[in-house]
T-cell receptor, first 112, second 113 residues
Framework: NAGVTQTPKFQVLKTGQSMTLQCAQD?????MSWYRQDPGMGLRLIHY???????DQGEVPNGYNVSRSTTEDFPLRLLSAAPSQTSVYFC???????????FGPGTRLTVL | KNQVEQSPQSLIILEGKNCTLQ??????????LRWYKQDTGRGPVSLTI?????NTKSNGRYTATLDADTKQSSLHITASQLSDSASYIC????????????FGAGTILRVKS
C-alpha cells in the first residue's frame, strides 16, 4: 500500500491564482481531512469528509473548497490564492471511529 | 488561548540521554490523548494513544503518561537516538465537539552525537 499520497510536494503561486492540491489513499478509509500547519501553531482542520459525496467545514475553511467523488481521492482547491495561505498542507485518512489518522507527506505552498 | 500547550518549544540533548516532553491541556471532557512524531518534511506519525482511564502507555523507548486530574501528559524518551530528532505533537480529542482533534504546536527535539 502507498498509504496517503499528496501532490505536488512544493508549489509557488502568485496572489489570485487558483490551484488544486491532490490527495489520494489506497487503504479504503472513509474519513479524510485536510489540515494546514503554520509555524508555532498546531495543525488546523480546513475541511473533512466522512465518506464519498459528504464533506464539511473544519476550523479554517475560508478560501478553500473540497469535493469527494470517490473514496480514494480528496482534492483541496484554492479559489484565489492569498499570501495568508502560505503554509504546509497535510491530508489525512482513517477508518470510521478509528483512533489513529494516517497523514500524507505534505505540500509546501508559497503564495507571493 | 491554545487549548493544548506543549513545553519546551525546543530541546537539544546528547545521544543516549533521556528526556521528557510536557503537554498541558484544557480540553474537557476528552475522548483520548495522542502523541505524534513528525520528522522534518514528513507528516505526523502516531506514537501512542491513551483514553481517559489509562495513565501510561509505552511504544518501545517512548512512554506516555496521563494525569486526567491535572490535565497533564508527558512523553518520556529513553536512551535517545539521532533518529529521535523530530517534532513531537500532543493531540487531544474533544468529546464535546464530536471528537474534534485539538493539536499542540509541538516540541522540536534535536539529538546530538
Amino acid at each position: 500500500n502507498a498509504g496517503v499520497t499528496q501532490t505536488p510536494k512544493f508549489q509557488v503561486l502568485k496572489t489570485g491564482q487558483s490551484m488544486t492540491l491532490q490527495c489520494a489513499q489506497d487503504m479504503n478509509h472513509e474519513y479524510m481531512s485536510w489540515y494546514r500547519q503554520d509555524p508555532g501553531m498546531g495543525l488546523r482542520l480546513i475541511h473533512y469528509s466522512v465518506g464519498a459525496g459528504i464533506t464539511d467545514q473544519g476550523e479554517v475553511p475560508n478560501g478553500y473548497n473540497v469535493s469527494r467523488s470517490t473514496t480514494e481521492d480528496f482534492p483541496l482547491r484554492l479559489l484565489s490564492a492569498a499570501p495568508s495561505q502560505t503554509s504546509v498542507y497535510f491530508c489525512a485518512s482513517s477508518p470510521p471511529l478509528a483512533d489513529t489518522q494516517y497523514f500524507g507527506p505534505g505540500t509546501r505552498l508559497t503564495v507571493l | 488561548k491554545n487549548q493544548v500547550e506543549q513545553s519546551p518549544q525546543s530541546l537539544i540533548i546528547l545521544e543516549g540521554k533521556n528526556c521528557t516532553l510536557q503537554c498541558n491541556y484544557t480540553v474537557s471532557p476528552f475522548s483520548n490523548l495522542r502523541w505524534y512524531k513528525q520528522d522534518t518534511g514528513r507528516g505526523p506519525v502516531s506514537l501512542t494513544i491513551m483514553t481517559f482511564s489509562e495513565n501510561t502507555k509505552s511504544n518501545g523507548r517512548y512512554t506516555a503518561t496521563l494525569d486526567a486530574d491535572t490535565k497533564q501528559s508527558s512523553l518520556h524518551i529513553t536512551a535517545s537516538q539521532l533518529s529521535d530528532s523530530a517534532s513531537y505533537i500532543c493531540v487531544v480529542s474533544a468529546k464535546e465537539y464530536g471528537n474534534k482533534l485539538v493539536f499542540g504546536a509541538g516540541t522540536i527535539l534535536r539529538v546530538k552525537s
